[in-house]
C-alpha cells in the first residue's frame, strides 16, 4: 500500500519561496542607513567648516577696522565705536557662538568693505561665476572623458602618449600664468597675431538682444579657454586609468567573442563599468562650479565670485571670506553626496 505524499498548503508554499518583499525591503533599509550616513557625514563636514572659517581667517593679518578707515582721520575712540559696531570686541568665543548662530539661520552678516549683507553680494555674483567655470566644467569633464577613453582604448600608441603629455603639461601650469600667456597673446597681439579678445570683464556695455549674448561670449572666451585647458587632463588621466583596469577582463573577451564590434564592446560594456571613479571626478567639478576659479576670475577681471573673494582678502573683509568659504565648501560637500547617492545607479553593490 503506497503512501500518497501530503499535500503542500499555502503556508508550506510561503515558507519554500524565495522571500523576495524580505529581500527588497533589507536592501531598501540598507539603502537608507547608507543614504544616512552619507547625510550625517555631510553635517559634519559642514560643522567643521563653519569652525575652520571661523579660525582660520582670524590669523590673516591685519586690522579690519583700520582697513577701512585707512586715509582718513579718526581717532581711537571712533576706532574702538566701529570695533563695537562689528563686534570684534567681543572675545573669541563669543564671536564665534554668534557666528555659529548666525550662520545656521542663514545670516552671513554685512559686509565691512561694501556695508551690505553678504549673502546679497554673493547673489549678485553668482550668476557670472555659474556661466564662466559652468561653462569650463562642461567642456572639460566632456573632452575629457572622450580624449581619456581614446587613450586607454589605443594605450601605448602614438595618440595615447601625445594626448596624455599635452594632458600633464597643461595641468601643471599654473591657472593664473596660462591666463595671463593667452591674454598676451590673444588680447594685447604679439608679433603678427593681432588682439582679438578683450582683456577682462564681462561685457562692454550698451549691447542688447544677440548682440549682448555675443559679446558676453567673446568676453568669456579666453578665460573659459584658459580653465578647460588648464583641467581637462585630470578627467583624462581619471578616465584612462578606470578604463585600463577594465580591459582585461573577462566580460569582455565574451563580448568580442560574440562578434560585438570593438566600438560596441567599448561604449556598451567597457565605458560604463569604468565610469564610477569619473562619476566622483565629474561632480567634485560641479561643484567647483559656485567655487569658480579665483585666480582666474580675478586676472581676467571676471566680475564673479572669485573676484569678490579677491577683494575680501584684500581688506581683510571676515564676514565676507567667511561667507564666501561656506558656500565654497558646501557647494564641495553637496557634490559630494549626491556622487554618492547615485552611485547605486551604476553599481548596485554600493550601499548594499
Not at 561670449?217 to 573659459?224: D, E, G, N, R
Not at 563580448?255 to 570593438?262: F, P, T, V
Not at 575680501?312 to 557634490?335: E, H, K, N, T, W
Request: net charge neutral.
Amino acid at each position: 500500500m503506497s503512501t500518497a505524499d501530503p499535500p503542500v498548503t499555502p503556508a508550506a508554499a510561503v515558507k519554500t519561496a524565495p522571500d523576495a518583499r524580505g529581500a527588497a525591503g533589507s536592501s531598501r533599509r540598507a539603502y537608507l542607513t547608507y543614504v544616512a550616513g552619507k547625510l550625517a557625514g555631510a553635517a559634519v563636514s559642514l560643522f567643521a567648516i563653519l569652525v575652520t572659517s571661523f579660525f582660520l581667517f582670524r590669523i590673516i593679518p591685519g586690522d579690519p577696522v583700520k582697513t577701512m578707515t585707512h586715509g582718513r582721520k579718526v581717532d581711537a575712540e571712533q576706532l574702538a565705536a566701529l570695533r563695537r559696531h562689528y563686534g570684534l570686541d567681543l572675545p573669541l568665543w563669543e564671536q564665534f557662538t554668534q557666528y555659529v548662530g548666525d550662520a545656521l539661520t542663514g545670516n552671513l552678516g554685512d559686509s565691512y568693505q561694501f556695508n551690505e549683507p553678504v549673502l546679497d553680494l554673493i547673489r549678485e555674483r553668482v550668476p557670472a561665476t555659474l556661466l564662466l567655470t559652468g561653462t569650463a566644467v562642461v567642456l572639460y569633464s566632456a573632452l575629457g572623458l572622450w580624449l581619456g577613453t581614446r587613450a586607454a582604448w589605443r594605450h601605448g600608441g602614438l595618440g595615447d602618449k601625445v594626448n596624455t603629455s599635452i594632458a600633464l603639461t597643461l595641468w601643471s601650469v599654473p591657472h593664473f600664468w596660462l591666463g595671463m600667456l593667452l591674454i598676451i597673446v590673444f588680447s594685447v597681439g604679439i608679433g603678427p597675431i593681432p588682439g582679438l579678445f578683450p582683456t577682462g570683464g564681462m561685457e562692454s556695455g550698451g549691447e542688447h538682444g544677440l548682440a549682448y549674448v555675443v559679446d558676453v561670449i567673446h568676453h568669456m572666451f579666453l578665460p573659459v579657454l584658459t580653465l578647460v585647458a588648464a583641467c581637462y587632463a585630470q578627467t583624462l588621466l581619471v578616465m584612462r586609468s578606470s578604463l585600463l583596469d577594465e580591459m582585461g577582463s573577462d566580460y569582455l573577451t565574451a563580448a568580442r567573442a560574440k562578434g560585438l564590434r570593438d566600438d560596441l564592446v567599448r561604449r556598451r560594456h567597457a565605458v560604463p563599468n569604468a565610469m564610477l571613479p569619473t562619476i566622483t571626478l565629474v561632480f567634485v567639478n560641479l561643484g567647483f562650479i559656485a567655487a569658480g576659479s579665483i585666480l582666474v576670475e580675478t586676472v581676467f577681471s571676471w566680475p564673479g565670485l572669485g573676484g569678490l573673494f579677491y577683494q575680501a582678502l584684500s581688506v581683510p573683509d571676515l564676514p565676507l571670506i567667511q561667507g564666501l568659504f561656506i558656500v565654497y565648501a558646501g557647494s564641495m560637500i553637496l557634490a559630494s553626496v549626491v556622487a554618492d547617492l547615485i552611485y547605486p545607479l551604476f553599481d548596485p553593490r554600493v550601499g548594499r
